[in-house]
């Protein structure tokens, strides 16, 4: 089956840094994608791992342990514009015809 | 990367009509795909709509229910059919470039 875990809600102050968690069970992988969606918009792509390891993006960057089935977006300098949710999704499929979404992760940031 | 509009951006309908939202695309594109958005929810994907071929859906989703059309690289239709209050939803059309999936503007669908 296919399981994809994020925490529902997280709360930072501006200026922090915020680490969201992902793990996923899927039958089998084709990359990971982390979207930015804010309240009554489409999601926005934010980055993509195949590989094990950090990708770093300004002040994104996203890691993956395909191993362990986890992966993390870390947010520096959070900034008052970064309060949305984020999407954790995995290709699944072979020729990655598909995209599972996790739940989302809604982040607040505070002054 | 692409640049994807959907047509309407919202609507409001009454249960059992139906609605078709149209989806193009600025660029050819072999795969697009159609999403539901629930409120409060995830995305999940309704369908894979393939030129030239019937759609591939997926499981809890029927052709009767969401016919989809895709008369060329660059546009898609996806019709909600004998809509109910259920069915209110935001529907995003998405496109496959490179590695990458991409997301239109969603059309918001509220069903009376």
């Known amino acids: 089956g296919q399981n994809i875990d994020q925490p529902t809600e997280m709360t930072a102050t501006e200026g922090a840094i915020v680490q969201i968690n992902c793990t996923y069970q899927t039958s089998g992988f084709n990359g990971l994608f982390w979207y930015q969606q804010h309240a009554g918009e489409a999601p926005t792509f934010l980055s993509y791992n195949v590989l094990d390891g950090l990708e770093e993006k300004g002040r994104f960057s996203s890691f993956l342990s395909r191993s362990k089935g986890y992966s993390y977006l870390l947010l520096k300098e959070l900034q008052m514009k970064d309060s949305a949710s984020y999407l954790c999704a995995v290709g699944g499929n072979t020729g990655f015809q598909k995209l599972v979404f996790g739940t989302g992760t809604r982040l607040l940031v505070s002054p | 990367s692409a640049v994807i509009s959907q047509k309407p951006s919202r609507d409001i309908c009454q249960r059992g009509t139906s609605l078709t939202i149209q989806c193009q695309v600025d660029s050819q594109v072999t795969m697009m795909f159609w999403y539901r958005q629930q409120p409060g929810q995830s995305l999940t994907l309704i369908a894979t709509?393939?030129?030239?071929?019937?759609?591939?859906?997926e499981s809890g989703f029927v052709i009767d229910k969401f016919p989809i059309s895709r008369p060329n690289l660059t546009f898609s239709t996806l019709t909600v059919s004998n809509m109910s209050p259920e069915d209110s939803s935001i529907y995003l059309c998405?496109?496959?470039?490179?590695?990458?999936?991409?997301f239109g503007p969603g059309t918001r669908l509220l069903v009376l």
């Open positions: 709509a393939n030129q030239g071929s019937e759609a591939t859906y």
């Open positions: 998405s496109v496959k470039q490179q590695e990458t999936q991409y």
